[in-house]
Antibody
């Protein structure tokens, strides 16, 4: 059974940094692309970032480009999101999601974690 | 949102509804697939339809998807109270260089 467990969400002040983790199990982690998707309180889903199975290619939404860094440690079956220069508008539940597909246009998210809440406020 | 969904739809038990997802030539119209997710309050999203028309195992046949030109659609027949949830479409946008979601549609079963 695929399981994704996020951690690291806390209350931080604007301008601070935070690193989220997502522990994966139940599948061959290094064989799959992984994404972070966030959801601000009462709002819709927003894709944040994706990394390929080997970690060699990364992609970011414009809203986080230059501030967030996605990475993975395949031997540890763990996905990370380093978030710098946090803003109030980054406040959201952050989900990690396993991506399924072969081409950009095919990718969808077939398994999701339960999410971790990041609150950016002074 | 790059993908446009109606904010809300409603229907009586047993009836059917359709949720549209309108994109453009840089996403759905460029050949990117449309995927659909169901989300209950306080819960993580769950894939409902993938690659336009496919249902994961366990998803009832009452749920079906389609794609045409620059749009995708999710149809739900035989509405049940348990279908009341938020529904999101998702695709890939080549102009943005990333994956995108629709704004979401809240389904109310009257």
């Amino acid at each position: 059974e695929v399981q994704l467990l996020e951690s690291g969400g806390v209350l931080v002040q604007p301008g601070e940094s935070l690193k989220l983790s997502c522990a994966a199990s139940g599948f061959t982690f290094g064989n799959f692309a992984m994404s972070w998707v966030r959801q601000a309180p009462g709002k819709g889903l927003e894709w944040v970032s994706q990394t390929t199975g080997g970690g060699g290619n990364t992609y970011y939404a414009d809203s986080v480009k230059g501030r967030f860094t996605i990475s993975r440690d395949n031997p540890k079956n763990t996905l990370y999101l380093q978030m710098n220069r946090l803003r109030a508008e980054d406040t959201a539940v952050y989900y990690c999601a396993k991506a399924e597909g072969y081409t950009y246009g095919e990718y969808y998210f077939d398994h999701w974690g339960q999410g971790t809440l990041v609150t950016v406020s002074s | 949102s790059v993908l446009t969904q109606p904010p809300s739809v409603s229907g009586a038990p047993g009836q059917g509804v359709t949720i549209s997802c309108t994109g453009s030539d840089s996403n759905i119209g460029a050949g990117s697939d449309v995927h659909w997710y169901q989300q209950f309050p306080g819960r993580a999203p769950k894939v409902l339809i993938y690659k336009n028309i496919n249902r994961p195992s366990g998803v009832p046949a009452r749920f079906s998807g389609s794609k045409s030109d620059t749009s995708g659609s999710l149809a739900i027949t035989g509405l049940q109270a348990e279908d009341e949830a938020d529904y999101y479409c998702q695709s890939y946008d080549s102009s943005l260089g990333g994956w995108v979601f629709g704004g979401g549609t809240k389904l109310t079963v009257l």
